[in-house]
């Protein structure tokens, strides 16, 4: 290549990088450092299942980028990588020390039209108590099982248009959950849409919102079927009465049609309840408690044609059930009851507690955890699954530096057998660093 052409290549990208970074207003990184110790073992006591205690370290780092573009444009790259220490040891090596792509959307307000904003790409989408929408139950590839839990990987793909009429918000969403085979319609789709209301006092917001899925989680997906479809519709409403007390409540039914075999389909009919309060103390420990419950119908399996339990869509309810409960069950058929409380005994130490109570609605005649697909005995005519006591304590090091120390024991109900009746826990410790 002649000096001439290597001159002229190189004026042409100064050229071209001139141009491109004068349409950018600013560009802001940030991100986040997350390394923590583990010890955890949900066997429950299984005789198959001893020295199963899983002992690993793990760290989950993101890298952000928000750029102002031209007027009304803004562009989000966030990246991010979540793996075991030394995990490739053990021969998985997929992306483990490669950074996905956790979000990347482009936001156009004012789109063709003064209220409507249009956000398009892979974005965080949560709702309500996001009992419905909150975790796109995809979690990255390269995401070990064992920490699967704790991801951070909770992004849709999706565009999504929100209609600004305060005190009105209208959102309508579209999301591609899971693209299987292009030419089979075995896709998991999500599309609908959202309305809230800010009230003018009380901190208070009422939400209205349907929402419809194809093949939703749990209801055969990659299987080819253009029938099998959930639609839920629902509402919630939360308040603050006064300084010291907080108080919500959300419902929902769903139906729509079920594959439940290779040849027929069930008539899906069910509803879920929650209800969540808190009160402040208002005093120098800034101490707070709360309850929360919540109700998922189940299904008695008696009605071959029709199913009465709730799907649990894509929901992230962590904060209302313990760690372990959260990681081994999923969100339907139960009754979860919920107690939490905190204090500050200082202004950078927050100690807490949440303890958790689980039943079923209706008796089950087998269990599979999901965490590493364990396989428990029960006693399928019992309904009590047990308790959890979750324990933390977080300590404000700076601004920027937070450590935290958290610990959760389950101890199994009279659902389980005697070959699974021993308590299980969790113990996590460790740094987390923003900047």
Not at 20 to 49: H, P, Q, Y
Not at 112 to 124: A, E, F, M, W
Not at 416 to 435: C, K, L, P, W
């Amino acid at each position: 290549m002649s000096k001439k052409l290597i001159l002229a290549l190189t004026v042409l990208s100064f050229a071209f990088l001139g141009t491109t970074f004068a349409a950018v207003d600013s560009i802001k990184v940030s991100g986040s450092i997350n390394e923590e110790a583990v010890t955890r073992d949900f066997a429950l006591g299984g005789e198959a299942l001893q020295d199963d205690a899983d002992k690993f370290l793990f760290s989950q780092i993101t890298l952000r980028f928000d750029a102002d573009l031209t007027e009304g444009v803004s562009a989000v790259i966030e990246l991010i990588n979540e793996r075991i220490w030394d995990q490739d040891v053990l021969g998985l090596s997929q992306g483990n020390y490669q950074f996905e792509i956790n979000q990347a959307y482009v936001t156009l307000q004012e789109f063709l039209y003064q209220p409507l904003t249009l956000t398009i790409g892979r974005q965080n989408l949560a709702y309500g108590n996001r009992m419905i929408i909150g975790d796109s139950a995809t979690a990255s590839g390269s995401v070990p099982g064992i920490i699967t839990d704790l991801t951070l990987t909770v992004a849709f793909d999706a565009v999504r248009a929100v209609l600004d009429y305060a005190p009105y918000t209208v959102d309508v969403v579209y999301a591609k959950v899971d693209e299987n085979f292009v030419a089979l319609a075995d896709d998991v789709t999500l599309f609908g849409t959202n309305v809230s209301y800010d009230w003018s006092s009380y901190n208070g917001v009422t939400e209205g919102y349907f929402w419809s899925t194809d093949k939703a989680p749990g209801t055969l997906p990659g299987v080819t079927d253009r029938k099998s479809k959930v639609y839920t519709i629902g509402g919630r409403a939360q308040w603050d009465a006064n300084d010291k007390w907080t108080f919500g409540i959300e419902s929902a039914y769903q139906f729509g049609d079920l594959r439940n075999s290779a040849t027929s389909h069930q008539h899906l009919s069910a509803y879920s309840n929650q209800f969540i309060t808190q009160y402040r103390f208002l005093n120098r420990y800034n101490a707070k408690v709360g309850f929360n419950f919540t109700y998922l119908s189940g299904d008695d399996g008696k009605t071959a044609s029709g199913s009465n339990a709730w799907n649990a869509m894509f929901e992230d309810q962590l904060q209302n059930a313990g760690e372990i409960i959260h990681a081994l069950y999923t969100n339907t058929n139960a009754q979860i009851y919920t107690l939490t409380g905190s204090y500050m005994p200082r202004e950078d130490i927050t100690l807490g507690m949440l303890f958790t109570y689980l039943r079923l609605n209706e008796d089950a005649a087998a269990f599979t955890g999901i965490n590493n697909g364990f396989a428990y005995a029960v006693d399928a005519g019992n309904t009590d699954l047990g308790q959890e006591i979750d324990i933390y304590a977080i300590y404000d090091y700076t601004e920027d530096v937070q450590l935290k120390l958290s610990s959760a024991f389950y101890m199994p109900g009279n659902f389980f057998d005697q070959a699974n009746d021993e308590t299980a826990y969790s113990v996590r410790g460790g740094i987390r660093v923003t900047f």
